[in-house]
């Protein structure tokens, strides 16, 4: 199945959940990095339950505190 | 527009009118926008300036904004005189 | 009140915009804009700003000019270290465009003085450095219903967003709360370059620009990424979190909170 994550469509095996989505994609700290599907957030213990299925819009929100 | 020619010239009295031969572009459209800034939607500004550049560019920038250039003339001294209906917002 | 000859020259690349013109220019000229933090996202948000002519500027920063700074600070120059950096910003304001107001306050932002500073502008840009200080300003200004732009820059990497009363999530919407001390770097730690500070600062400026002028499409509901390494730039659509602590329909954020360990320690060691 395809899914899109960051924009960019990625093939996954079916049955992904998105806490397997964020090791596959090796995305550091995951505990503070916020994911949405679709536009809804997804968020603690869902992550491991929220299955993906094809055509789904994946992004990872990444803290960045600098400025000064 | 169903105006005769005679009331069409006589609507061409200006309101206001300006005088940008001492500047170059893009001063010479920043003025012209500027005067007309100051007028109400319909009134007339007569407008004073050089030929070349200005009086290719000014009525065509004017024309862009949704201005209506109602007459571009030549006068006597080699300047030219142009008449511009100030748009709606 | 009409322009004078010298401002319209001066402005003549924004007046000869069909979307600006001078009553757009005018409105620059009567805007009011508070920048929170002096540094690589405020100082070319600042001269962005002041060199369009927005009308006051307000400039919050504790601290003063160091070396380090320089190399993204831009409003500050070598002969400036040392000072605080409200007046040194000042200073490069003032000689820029002596149409601009800056009203500064050398001091901290917190919980106590937020509401009070926000209130007397039109638009506030997020320039500061660290996450307590940032949802602060979230808060604030959501709980006061200002609109502001907020940035985050580390190493090559940055993101933008803004919010309008009514229009779109928060910065709470997206992240929900501060991560602990430590637990994500930020520039100090990890270093940033100088010019993608400039890339994020001048877009928060086009977005205060665009507010006031009222052209355009704002980053409303939308987080900017810009990767400097690999160029791209991607607008992210974001929705609004129903149970956001502070822009939710049923809030438990009702006024601002200092959430600054370690500025507080830094308070407590200079007031010592």
Redesign the interface.
């Given at each position: 199945m395809d899914i899109i994550v960051?924009?960019v469509k990625k093939t996954f095996a079916e049955g992904l959940t998105v806490a397997q989505l964020l090791i596959e994609e090796k995305v550091e700290?995951p505990e503070?990095v916020?994911v949405?599907v679709n536009?809804?957030?997804v968020e603690g213990e869902a992550k491991a339950a929220r299955i993906l299925t094809s055509g789904d819009q994946v992004?990872f929100?990444?803290?960045?505190?600098?400025?000064? | 527009m169903s105006q005769t020619k005679a009331a069409a010239a006589a609507s061409l009295q200006p309101d206001a009118e300006l005088d940008i031969t001492d500047v170059v572009c893009p001063m010479t459209f920043v003025k012209v926008k500027a005067a007309l800034d100051d007028l109400d939607e319909g009134q007339i500004l007569a407008v004073r300036l050089n030929d070349g550049e200005p009086v290719q560019n000014v009525p065509r920038s004017l024309k862009d904004e949704g201005h209506k250039v109602l007459k571009l003339s030549e006068a006597a001294d080699g300047t030219y005189r142009l008449l511009v209906r100030r748009a709606p917002d | 009140m009409a322009l004078s000859d010298a401002q319209l020259e001066r402005y003549s690349r924004n007046v000869i915009l069909k979307e600006i013109g001078v009553k757009g220019q005018k409105k620059l000229l009567a805007g009011k804009v508070l920048i929170v933090g002096a540094g690589g996202l405020g100082a070319p948000a600042a001269m962005y700003l002041a060199a369009a002519g927005v009308g006051v500027l307000g400039l919050a920063d504790a601290d003063r000019v160091d070396l380090s700074n320089l190399q993204r600070q831009i409003i500050h120059a070598t002969p400036d270290v040392g000072k605080p950096k409200v007046a040194s910003a000042r200073e490069t304001i003032q000689a820029l465009n002596p149409d601009v107001e800056v009203r500064t306050l050398e001091g901290l932002v917190q919980a106590d003085n937020v509401l009070e500073l926000v209130a007397d502008y039109d638009f506030v840009i997020d320039g500061t450095d660290n996450f307590p200080a940032k949802f602060l300003i979230n808060d604030a200004c959501v709980l006061a219903g200002k609109p502001f732009s907020h940035a985050g820059i580390i190493r090559f990497k940055g993101q933008t967003t803004t919010w309008v009363p009514g229009q779109g999530a928060c910065y709470r919407c997206l992240f929900v709360a501060p991560p602990p001390p430590d637990a994500v770097p930020t520039c100090r730690q990890a270093g940033v370059v100088g010019a993608l500070a400039g890339v994020l600062g001048s877009l928060q400026a086009m977005e205060a620009v665009k507010y006031l002028t009222g052209v355009g499409q704002l980053l409303t509901g939308r987080l900017l990424t810009f990767d400097a390494l690999s160029m791209d730039f991607r607008t992210i659509k974001v929705a609004r979190r129903p149970n956001c602590a502070v822009c939710g329909p049923t809030p438990t954020i009702l006024r601002p909170v200092d959430l600054q360990p370690a500025v507080c320690d830094l308070k407590a060691a200079k007031t010592a």
């Open positions: 960051s924009g700290s503070y916020t949405a536009e809804e957030f992004e929100l990444y803290f960045m505190g600098g400025g000064r | - | -």
